[in-house]
């Protein structure tokens, strides 16, 4: 089994910062990636931010690059998403994801932590 938990979420007004963690647990030997998905009610999920456990291998999606920062523990256990310049059209519940290689690709899904951000 595999845990994630996720913190940090919460509502901030319009230019402000949060930082998300998320920790992982369990039988976690062979992750390929992690990262973070956000989704707002009646839309499709997508994805934020990610990075390959393997080399320096980071993406944004377009509408975050500049202000959101993806980042990792050395044990690789914890990924963090630390959000700057936050707009009102970031909020959504944003939901951590570990891409586990065993016999192929596994995703793994946090519970979701809502940010909500002011105008």
């Known amino acids: 089994q595999v845990q994630l938990v996720e913190s940090g979420g919460g509502l901030v007004q319009t230019g402000g910062s949060l930082r998300l963690s998320c920790a992982a647990s369990?039988?976690?030997?062979?992750?390929?990636?992690m990262g973070w998905y956000r989704q707002i009610p009646g839309q499709e999920r997508e994805m934020v931010a990610s990075?390959?456990?393997?080399?320096?291998?980071?993406n944004y999606a377009d509408s975050v690059k500049g202000r959101f920062i993806i980042s990792r523990d050395k044990a690789m256990k914890t990924v963090y998403l630390q959000m700057n310049s936050l707009k009102p059209e970031d909020t959504a519940v944003y939901y951590c994801?570990?891409?586990?290689?065993?016999?192929?690709?596994?995703?793994?899904w946090g519970q979701g932590t809502q940010v909500t951000v002011s105008s």
């Open positions: 369990g039988n976690i030997a062979g992750i390929a990636a």
């Open positions: 990075l390959r456990t393997a080399g320096v291998d980071i």
């Open positions: 994801n570990v891409k586990i290689r065993r016999y192929g690709i596994h995703d793994y």
